[in-house]
């Protein structure tokens, strides 16, 4: 069955960098629209950044576009979130997301907390 595991969050001071990866089974990336989505606390959920199957990227804020970078290693089946010049306003829990034959599945996220 489709599975999406996260991971690579923690704490981390203000300017400071993480990567996030997220490892698919059940499927293969390449066949799949992929996305990361944040939830920070008492917020929605709000998309970060897709890489779709033909490669195109999306960001959805100019706040986080200079400073996140999506990406896949197919061979790996993993999609990745380079995090760089990390804000407080950027705690959130991070979620995965496949969107695969109309239907879209969910990874159990991974908390990014990023405070001095």
């Known amino acids: 069955q489709v599975q999406l595991v996260e991971s690579g969050g923690g704490l981390v001071q203000p300017g400071g960098s993480l990567r996030l990866s997220c490892a698919a089974s059940g499927f293969t990336i390449s066949n799949a629209a992929m996305s990361w989505y944040r939830q920070p606390p008492g917020k929605e959920r709000e998309l970060v950044a897709e890489?779709?199957?033909?490669?195109?990227?999306?960001n959805n804020a100019d706040s986080m576009k200079d400073r996140f970078t999506i990406s896949r290693d197919n061979a790996r089946n993993t999609v990745y979130l380079q995090m760089n010049s990390l804000k407080r306003e950027d705690t959130a829990m991070y979620y995965c997301?496949?969107?695969?034959?109309?239907?879209?599945?969910w990874g159990q996220g991974t908390q990014v907390t990023v405070s001095s």
């Open positions: 890489i779709t199957t033909s490669g195109s990227i999306t």
């Open positions: 997301k496949a969107r695969l034959l109309l239907r879209s599945y």
